[in-house]
Structure formats: C-alpha cells, structure tokens
C-alpha cells in the first residue's frame, strides 16, 4: 500500500497533477508544463512529501510519453486508467463541475480506492519501433484505398466502361492509367502499342490487359465534358497510388527486419499463419511481454477474442464481445486464422468442426482465433516453435 497517491490529467502542453494521501486530503495540485526540467521539478517534489507514490495517468501515449518515460527511468510505479473509467467515475464525486484539477484528483482518488489496475511497463525497443511502422503502414494503406476511390470516382465521369473493366487494386491496370485514359485515346493507339507500351514497363498479362481496354473503348465514341481535365486528374491519381506502393513495399522491408530482430521472432513465426507483418503487428499490439497479461485468457481479452457475460435477472448465459478492447490485435489474429486454414490441416479440421456445430463463417473464424491465442500463448512461454503434436497410438 502506497503512502501517497499522484494522479495526472494529461494534456498536449501542460499536465495537472494531484497528489492525495491515505485520507484523500490533498497534498499538492500543480499544473505543470510537458517539458522535461518542469517535469524534473514536480517529481522532486512529489518524492519529497514520500517517496511511497503511486502514479497514475489516464493516457499512456501521445503527449504522456515523456513524463512516462522519466518516471520509468526514475523506478517510479505507474498506473493506467482509461479516459472512459475517468469520465464515469467522475460522475460518483461532487459537483457538476469539470476541471483538468478535478480529473486529476479523480484519478489519485481512484488509483487509491482501486486495487485492479495494471502497471505500465518500460517499453520494448523493437516493439516500439514496429508499433511506429506498423502504425504509418497502415496510415498508408489508408491512403491508398482513399485515392483509388477517387481514381474510380473520376473515371466514371468520363469513362465509365473503363472504371468497370479495370481492377485498380493491381499495379498493371493503375500503371495503364499513367499514360492513357480515355477512349479516343485508347482507340488511336491500338492493341498492340498498348501491350508493348505494358511490357516495357514489365507489367504482368499485358497481351490481355490491352485487348480489354481497347474492347472497352471501343463501346464508347462520345467525348465527355471536361474529358481533357478529367484524364490528367486521373493520371495523376493513378501516379500518386504508384508511390504509395512503393512506400508500403518499403515499409514492410523495414518491419520485416526490425521484426526478425526480436527473440520472438521466430517462434511466432512457426505459427502455421503467423508471417512477419502479423507477427509484427502481434508484437506492436502486446509489447512482445506476455508477462504484463498474466495468461492467455487475459490476452485473449485484450484481444476481444473473450466473451463476457451480460446477464441480469433471469437472463442467465449470455455473452458479448467486451466493449474495450484492442482492434488491431483482433484483426491480427482474425486474419491469422483466416490464413491458417490454407495452410495447417489442425487449424482446418477445428474450423471444419465448429462449422458443423453450427457457428457460421465469422463465428468459426473467431473461435480458431481464440484457439490459437492459446497456442501463440504457450509457444511464447516456453520459447518452443510450432510443431503437429503426433497422434496417440493404444498400447498393444
């Protein structure tokens, strides 16, 4: 038991601290800059009163970084409550009111009443790099599924028998429009420069790409308004998808090898599904420490792979997906699992039989998800790869 307790309502530019004791009579209440010399200072001063403190913080990212980084190079314990936890607990104390010094005292109060709540950890390296890299790829996929809507969106203005035939998430089809775009364009120059045009620029079935832009521009002979705009508006669409795949294809270099670095590597890796970007994003979601979870159940939690009860009265056995819970990391082990049916037989027969037990596609996928969060569990904390237990065989 702590003999004090400092809560800090986070901010961009400044922070707001309270400090409580075992009464929950007020210490200190200070707002302090998110500089690192003022930061400094009010720790000093927070150990001065004791130097049995528990921090508590209800942001552990963005404009936190700081002050958490030096109270974890200072060996100061520090607590976490949501932003949700703070606003509802808020509505149990006094007042109407709502100030940065109420929601620091709020959450002191609450770190000195609560006894559930988890420690932030000093961050892992490599997990905190592929958490940055994973983040801006994808930031970047964003942006590309954003600009071939609109590419699609301005090809339907002028050419609409082109924006059906096209499937703009390959890079042949997005190359073409770099160089033609409307029909009469199309028509002038032929099949055949069409697909030499391609195979100089060794696009993949050039023969078949240019025999059907030409059959669709030959469904169209009328010259829209705008049409001249139009194209070069689209050429340049299809130039900006171009370089955003050529900054994912880097991007995923880079997490590949920051990714191979990590000691879990290669046991996540063994995982029949698990490839280095999942894997990646597995170690950018939990930290690459599977100590700070405690068991796999609580990692499936996180995960949203855990259903909760939500029963009242006699309403009895029913469950939900939690409402907090970490959607990168579901998506992970989503399309994990969705991966391993094609490539490990006991992920298969599991799906196969909860199929026949009646879930349908999504249900069965979350449940073999579920599963393999045991399996990723255990392997982690015995360092041991992947391997197909053999069958048992009746003794003679």
């Known amino acids: 038991m702590p003999e004090i307790w ?31 010399s003022e930061l400094l200072d009010l720790l000093g001063d927070v150990l001065e009163i004791s130097p049995d ?7 552990n990212h963005g404009g936190a970084a700081l002050l958490i980084g030096l109270l974890v190079s200072h060996d100061q314990p520090v607590a976490y409550l949501t932003g949700l936890t703070v606003h509802r607990a808020a509505g149990t104390y006094r007042g109407e009111g709502k100030t940065d010094a109420k929601d620091a005292f709020v959450i002191a109060d609450q770190a000195r009443l609560r006894r559930d709540l988890g420690l932030l950890r000093p961050g892992d390296e490599i997990a905190v790099d592929l958490r940055t890299l994973t983040t ?30 096209l499937d703009l998430t390959n890079q042949g089809p997005v190359l073409l429009l770099t160089g ?3 029909p009469a364009a199309i028509r002038r120059a032929g099949t055949r420069r069409i697909e030499a045009w391609l195979k100089n620029r060794k696009v993949r079935g050039a023969a078949a790409l240019a025999k059907t832009v030409v059959e669709a521009a030959r469904a169209q002979h009328t ?33 590949e090898a920051r990714f191979r670095e990590h000691p879990h590597a290669e046991v996540i890796r063994s995982l029949p599904g698990m490839g280095a970007r999942l894997g990646a994003e597995f170690l950018a979601a939990t930290g690459g420490d599977m100590d700070a979870f405690g068991s796999a159940d609580r990692l499936a939690g996180f995960a949203g792979l855990a259903p909760q009860p939500r029963d009242s009265g006699r309403v009895s056995g029913n469950l939900r997906r939690p409402r907090r819970y970490h959607r990168g990391l579901l998506r992970t082990m989503y399309l994990s699992a969705m991966v391993s049916l094609r490539c490990c037989p006991a992920s298969k027969a599991y799906y196969d039989r909860k199929r026949l037990e009646g879930k349908g596609h999504k249900q069965a996928l979350l449940a073999l998800a579920r599963r393999r969060v045991n399996v990723l569990w255990a392997m982690i904390r015995d360092g041991e790869c992947y391997h197909v237990s053999p069958p048992v065989t009746a003794a003679a």
């Not at 922070?15 to 800059?33: C, F, K, P, T, Y």
């Not at 705009?229 to 795949?245: E, F, H, N, T, Y």
């Open 136 to 165: 801006r790829r994808l930031d970047l996929v964003f942006d590309r599924t954003r600009q071939i809507n609109r590419l699609r969106a301005q090809l339907l203005e002028i050419f609409p028998a082109l924006e059906r035939t």
């Open 180 to 182: 033609y775009q409307t």
């Open 223 to 255: 010259a829209l308004p705008g049409e001249k705009l139009a194209a070069a508006m689209a050429a340049r669409l299809a130039k900006g998808v171009i370089a955003l795949d050529e900054e994912i294809a880097e991007l995923d270099a880079l997490i």
């Open 53 to 59: 403190v528990l921090w508590a913080v209800d942001l």
């Open 6 to 36: 400092a809560g800090v309502d986070i901010g961009k530019t400044h922070h707001h601290v309270v400090v409580i004791n075992a009464d929950g009579e007020r210490l200190l209440s200070r707002r302090v800059h998110n500089d690192e």
